[in-house]
């Protein structure tokens, strides 16, 4: 499957981006979705993940409540809507497809099999 992210670009402090990801090559319901970013000089770091039908969702505790993943495998697509940033959300996120049995989602990076190539998203002050 390849996955094309998209969505991001330059907000305010306080203002939202709805990011974008894409699949071709593969049904995305066939996979989990991950959300990570990585800042400048930062390791990648995991935002959120859906599970292949939507029934399983996880957050990373720094964006719980501001941060709202969700799917739809008959578009092809998974969204990441982002409400009230700031600027330490600002990072290149990238979207990633898990291919495995589990019913839950990982927020572990290695577990996730496909990347997009990212986007920037820039927050400022």
């Known amino acids: 499957v390849q996955l094309q992210a998209s969505g991001g670009g330059l907000v305010q402090a306080g203002g939202s981006l709805r990011l974008s990801c894409v699949a071709s090559g593969q049904t995305l319901g066939l996979y989990h979705i991950g959300w990570f970013r990585q800042a400048p000089g930062k390791e990648r770091e995991f935002v959120a993940a859906?599970?292949?039908?939507?029934?399983?969702?996880e957050y990373e505790e720094s964006v719980r409540g501001r941060f709202t993943v969700s799917r739809d495998n008959g578009k092809h697509t998974a969204w990441l809507q982002m409400n009230r940033l700031v600027p330490e959300d600002t990072a290149v996120y990238y979207c990633?497809?898990?291919?495995?049995?589990?019913?839950?989602?990982?927020?572990?990076?290695?577990?996730?099999?496909?990347w997009g190539q990212g986007t920037l998203v820039t927050v400022s002050s």
């Open positions: 859906i599970s292949r039908t939507g029934s399983n969702i």
């Open positions: 990633a497809a898990d291919v495995t049995y589990r019913v839950t989602v990982s927020s572990q990076s290695n577990e996730y099999d496909y």
